[in-house]
Nanobody, 116 residues
Framework: QMQLVESGGGLVQPGGSLRLSCAASGSIFSIYAMNWYRQPPGKQREKVAIITTGGITNYADSVKGRFTISRDNAKNTVSLQMNSLKPEDTAVYYC??????????WGQGTQVTVSS
């Protein structure tokens, strides 16, 4: 079974930056779309960003211009660079992808807290 493991979360002040990483235990080359989701406290999980194997990206309106998703198929990693963080970005962030071989994959999540 393939696994996704997120890292890089933490506590940051408003206006600060964090870089989240998602490491896959197997190849992500065949996973067409890799996604970052987040779940704020007391709210539903929402998609934040998506990147395809061809490098096409899309973002939720709330993070456009501040977040950047990237993937390295050779290293089997997906990253989310988060700049100009706001308190409303506070959430557990999850990496997700659907593998043709293993089906839907989710990481365990990493907590991001934006607070002064």
């Amino acid at each position: 079974q393939m696994q996704l493991v997120e890292s890089g979360g933490g506590l940051v002040q408003p206006g600060g930056s964090l870089r989240l990483s998602c490491a896959a235990s197997g190849s992500i080359f065949s996973i067409y779309a890799m996604n970052w989701y987040r779940q704020p406290p007391g709210k539903q999980r929402e998609k934040v960003a998506i990147i395809t194997t061809g490098g096409i990206t899309n973002y939720a309106d709330s993070v456009k211009g501040r977040f950047t998703i990237s993937r390295d198929n050779a290293k089997n990693t997906v990253s989310l660079q988060m700049n100009s963080l706001k308190p409303e970005d506070t959430a557990v962030y999850y990496c997700q992808g659907t593998s043709p071989q293993y089906g839907e994959l989710w990481g365990q999540g990493t907590q991001v807290t934006v607070s002064s």
